[in-house]
């Protein structure tokens, strides 16, 4: 894992020490709350219904357990408890007091932790997939990259009041557990026929109000150019993104806009302007950042384990739980474990400080010292060797953490919605925590195989809900929280915008509506075909059909 | 009291201090005043600019709107004394962009000075993309400038500044180290 | 029914005015009947005039829960009012009570249908 450098802590003391001084100046009324509104969020503190709420960054999804602790640490001091994992893999912090943030911040510092960039009109925290270095169909680690970009872009003295937000997610293998298609810029490491490593830049991909799956502007930009690159796409946007609607913002809007090809060529003809050799990062720094993630230390072993064997054998919990939650592993003998924040019933994506610091020690002990939060609201511990399998399951168990339910229809990401969120406009959580009891049946949901459930309790769709494979979308009808679903989305690499079911639901008729169009699928199945398989071999009437005539 | 603040010193190190304003702007439904160096909008100089220059007498220095393209200026600029881009809110971004290009397209080595919506909390941002004049919306002093451009240790990313960013300050450990 | 609301500043908190302060119970807060319009636009000015204590103030319609007393009409109100719905021991509804049990029972004002409240979890 990368380590921060005494470069890297001086610049977050830095940091910590300006937002103290802000906080001080707004409590003392020399900054209004307008000017001081941008300057907190830029370090990702909102106020949100009930109290402050702090996002705390957790670059490209990765933690080591010290930070885990620190985390947990926070929830039990100035929160309630307890931390909620976000579709961007980050951390939020529910409860916070704009009094305690500066501390708090500087508590997260001492573990090189940051809020940095969490939100505001700037480049965000970048995303990567959580399986980096630890599975075996990546081309490249995009930790790498993302940690290239973490610090080109951190307080970015050009691109810092861009129209809008920016994201931006890396892959490194062919499946996609990163979504980039529908992000602002998705950056797929791919190798040329050459062997040349280099990206697939997507741009203008992006949910809310006006979703789109990115088209591709370049096929293969050679990966030492990535960040001149970057700068004249965001210089483009920053030129001519629109600032007049805060709903046209987003570069989606001037890609579609312009058209792919001419924002293409328009970024090609300012990248051709650029100083390259001073832009790029050198080869010695980028050697120094790869090294840091290099440096795993895997042990030889053999590909199978009897002890796991034996222990699946024997138990038919830790059976389900490695056919649902244990990935391959690029080295043998070992695995990559999810942790599912998806207890039937729970509040999705929430894991209690108890259980933060239970999986910081199996990072530690089992783990070597990493542990990831994916964009499906999970833990994962990316490198356990089978051979601890049975130990790691049953410490996990026994803390409510062995729900063996990954990508199965429980496995619901929900965004904290009108519980806490003050866009929201209808409840989320409740709607997850109803369909996830409606399949608690671990067998069922099992025989109904993969099914991405996805909740958005507004339209700027934090919870993912229109590349879902059933998205929920709450409205406010007439003051009233109905939800609006929709079929066939996809967040993977064969990315997809959901179409609308219907006329909107009332709360207590979503579950029912799910349990109708998941009966649907099971009847009108061939062979091994997933939820989304039929979906696009039927199309959407039967499942309309199903659940409308079920209404009246 | 002068309301312009201006950086002064060496390049790396940033020191703002209250600096005379010798330039008077003139909005486009002003007449231009008889003498005195004067700020004037793209348009009305790019009608009226050529006559003023030619007397010799006073500088002129052009406002360009954020959506306005600095590349507008480029043949003119070795005759301009400030250019001056407008923040007409805190959070338009586009002027950072225009200063860049200044100094870095276009190696302008006159004064880029921010008016409208400034506030010292841009003022790390600023000075790195090449303001070094400042008209502050918010008050604020030259000590409060010179500690918020100087706040930061370290930067990760070049711009138009010449301060060493962290891949430099790394390189140059290790090279201290090897010897 | 009115009554008048804000977040506090330092912490975040929900609150509500009462006769020249801020309190934090819905329960206590001062209520304005439809002739007291000025009086509801005096306490949002009397938030607004003190921006290093309050943020955002702002009036909101109440409604009358049948023998149990007021609650917001809105149930995003209600929310700010009670804590998150799905954590029933987390803020202002951990104390439970006569007004809790109020706002958990309250039906919005728009309702249309004869649904169960949208409020009380299951």
Redesign the interface.
Same mark, same amino acid.
């Given at each position: 894992m990368y380590q921060y450098d005494v470069i890297d802590r001086e610049f977050l003391t830095d940091r910590s020490n300006e937002f103290r001084h802000q906080v001080v100046r707004r409590l003392a009324g020399d900054l209004t709350e307008d000017q001081f509104k941008p300057l907190r969020l830029m370090n990702g503190l909102y106020l949100q219904l009930h109290a402050y709420m702090l996002r705390v960054a957790i670059p490209y999804g990765s933690l080591n357990a010290r930070q885990a602790r620190r985390l947990a640490w926070v929830a039990r001091t100035y929160d309630k408890g307890y931390g909620h994992m976000t579709t961007r893999q980050n951390v939020q912090f529910n409860w916070i007091k704009l009094k305690d943030a500066p501390d708090i911040l500087d508590a997260l510092a001492e573990v090189d932790l940051h809020a940095i960039q969490t939100s505001g009109n700037c480049i965000r925290n970048t995303t990567a997939d959580p399986y980096a270095g630890a599975t075996a169909e990546e081309v490249d680690d995009p930790r790498v990259w993302s940690e290239v970009i973490r610090q080109w872009s951190t307080l970015h003295p050009e691109f810092s009041f861009l129209p809008r937000k920016f994201k931006i997610a890396i892959t490194g293998a062919l499946t996609d557990r990163a979504a980039v298609k529908v992000h602002d810029i998705g950056l797929i490491l791919r190798r040329a026929r050459d062997g040349s490593l280099g990206f697939e830049v997507i741009v203008g991909g992006g949910q809310g109000r006006t979703p789109y799956v990115g088209p591709t502007i370049k096929q293969h930009l050679p990966a030492g150019s990535l960040l001149s690159y970057l700068e004249a796409v965001l210089r483009v946007y920053n030129r001519h993104g629109r600032r007049d609607n805060i709903y046209k913002a987003r570069i989606k809007i001037l890609v579609a806009a312009l058209g792919a090809e001419e924002f293409g060529r328009q970024v090609e003809e300012e990248w051709a302007k650029i100083d390259q050799g001073r832009a790029d990062l050198g080869d010695v720094e980028l050697a120094r950042i790869r090294g840091a993630f290099a440096q795993t230390p895997f042990e030889t072993l053999p590909a199978r384990s009897e002890a796991f064997e034996a222990a699946k054998a024997a138990s038919p919990s830790l059976a389900r739980f490695a056919r649902n939650n244990v990935k391959p592993h690029k080295k043998p003998g070992y695995a990559i474990v999810e942790v599912s924040l998806k207890a039937i019933g729970q509040t999705p994506g929430d894991a209690t400080a108890d259980q933060l610091d239970v999986v910081a020690d199996l990072a530690e002990r089992y783990g070597l010292d990493d542990l990831r939060v994916t964009h499906a609201q999970n833990l994962v511990l990316p490198h356990i060797k089978l051979d601890d399998l049975p130990a790691v399951h049953a410490i996990l168990e026994a803390n409510g953490l062995a729900t063996a339910n990954i990508d199965l229809v429980s496995d619901i990401i929900a965004c904290p919605g009108l519980d806490y969120c003050a866009l929201a406009n209808a409840r989320a959580i409740p709607i997850a925590q109803d369909i996830a009891k409606t399949f608690a049946d671990p067998d069922r949901a099992e025989t109904i195989g993969e099914l991405k459930i996805k909740i958005s309790g507004c339209i700027n769709a934090c919870g993912h809900h229109h590349v879902a494979h059933i998205g929920i979308l709450g409205v406010d009808k007439k003051g009233e929280e109905f939800y609006q679903l929709s079929l066939g989305g996809s967040g993977a690499e064969d990315a997809t915008i959901g179409k609308i079911l219907g006329p909107a639901l009332p709360a207590d008729r979503v579950a029912p509506a799910i349990d109708t169009l998941v009966d649907t699928y099971l009847a009108a199945r061939q062979g091994e075909e997933r939820f989304l398989d039929t979906y696009r071999r039927v199309g959407l009437e039967p499942f309309k059909e199903a659940v409308y005539a079920q209404a009246d | 009291m002068p309301k312009l603040i201006k950086l002064v010193g060496a390049k790396d190190e940033h020191q703002a201090q209250w600096a005379e304003d010798a330039f008077v702007h003139v909005t486009d439904e002003d007449a231009i005043p008889e003498a005195g160096d004067v700020i004037l909008s793209l348009t009305r100089f790019q009608a009226e600019g050529d006559t003023l220059l030619s007397s010799n007498s006073r500088r002129v220095g052009v406002r360009i709107e954020?959506a306005g #393209?600095v590349e507008a200026l480029a043949y003119d600029l070795p005759r301009l004394s400030l250019v001056a881009l407008a923040f007409p809110k &805190? !959070?338009? /971004?586009?002027a950072?962009?225009s200063a860049?290009l200044l100094r #870095? !397209?276009f190696h302008y080595e006159g004064e880029i000075r921010a008016v409208g919506d400034v506030?010292q #909390?841009q003022a /790390?941002?600023?000075v !790195? +993309?090449g303001f070094d004049a400042f008209e502050p919306n918010?008050g604020s002093s030259p000590e409060a400038w010179t500690k918020a451009a100087n706040?930061?240790?370290? +930067? &990760?990313?070049? =711009?138009a500044d010449v301060r060493p960013i =962290?891949?430099d #300050? !790394? =390189?140059a450990q +290790?090279e201290e180290s090897a010897l | 029914m009115k009554a008048v609301t804000a977040n506090r500043l330092i912490d975040g908190e929900v609150v509500f005015w009462k006769q020249g302060a801020w309190v934090d119970g819905f329960g206590d807060a001062q209520l304005f009947d439809a002739e007291q319009g000025e009086e509801v636009e005096a306490a949002v000015a009397a938030g607004k005039a003190a921006p290093t204590v309050i943020v955002d103030p702002y009036p909101i319609d109440l409604v009358a829960v049948e023998g149990l007393g007021l609650a917001p009409v809105s149930y995003r109100e209600r929310i700010r009012a009670l804590g998150p719905t799905n954590e029933l021991l987390h803020g202002k509804q951990a104390e439970g009570g006569a007004v809790v049990e109020a706002i958990r029972h309250a039906s919005g004002a728009a309702r249309s249908t004869g649904r169960v409240d949208l409020i009380r979890r299951k």
């Open positions: - | 954020p #393209e &805190y !959070r338009d /971004g586009r950072y962009t860049r #870095e !397209r506030l #909390e /790390g941002f600023m !790195r +993309v918010d706040r930061f240790r370290h +930067v &990760y990313q070049r =711009a =962290a891949a #300050e !790394r =390189a +290790v | -």
